[in-house]
């Protein structure tokens, strides 16, 4: 039988804290909202949410209040409550995450891979257009693709403009890892 290597702390660290920000982000309906939970037969509310806050309600009254009791990370400018609109936006900021590295594997793997397994024309094709993408900053190469987008990526919603975006910028060092490792490859004994 195989010896089981132990788990690294900070993999566990890690997974613990990804899967907290994933239970969050699916009970958020369930987390923050106003409406009770659970009610009695009377219709007064038995249960609520532990942060019993629309993220989208303004309250004038509550405006830039520090964090306190009632809001724990206090409020904005519009009176809206930080702490629900926080725990509703972990969703957004998933979803835009896993889709940009979605996105971003499924152009730097193949690219990365044909130019490591065929090199010539195509490793020095794929070089140069990983130096021409490193030689803008990222937000500014973000930023002017979004932009001077063409229409059919202005009619995407949001979220899955911006992933795509970060996911077509962010292929780049998925591509040489992937170039270098195919290039170590091909020359082994193993694969002659």
């Avoid at 909202?33 to 019993?52: M, Q």
């Avoid at 900021?93 to 990365?112: C, H, N």
């Avoid at 996911?167 to 998925?174: E, F, M, R």
């Amino acid at each position: 039988m195989a010896e089981r290597r132990p788990t690294p702390r900070g993999l566990r660290a890690g997974l613990l804290l990804l899967g907290g920000l994933l239970v969050v982000a699916l009970a958020a309906p369930l987390l923050a909202t106003e409406r009770p939970l659970l009610l009695r037969h009377d219709g007064t509310a038995l249960l609520r949410a532990p942060v019993p806050h629309d993220p989208n309600r303004m309250d004038l009254s509550a405006v830039l209040q520090p964090p306190g009791r009632r809001h724990w990370l206090g409020t904005d400018a519009l009176g809206r409550d930080l702490a629900a609109r926080v725990i509703h936006g972990a969703r957004v900021s998933l979803a835009v995450g896993t889709l940009a590295a979605t996105f971003a594997l499924l152009l730097g793997v193949p690219l990365g891979a044909w130019a490591g397994y065929r090199g010539g024309w195509a490793d020095a094709l794929v070089s140069r257009c990983v130096e021409t993408v490193l030689c803008f900053p990222t937000l500014l190469l973000v930023l002017t693709v979004l932009a001077t987008a063409p229409a059919w990526l202005q009619g995407l919603p949001d979220e899955l403009r911006i992933a795509l975006v970060l996911g077509v910028t962010g292929w780049v060092p998925i591509a040489r890892y992937l170039r270098a490792e195919f290039l170590k490859l091909r020359e082994s004994d193993m694969v002659a």
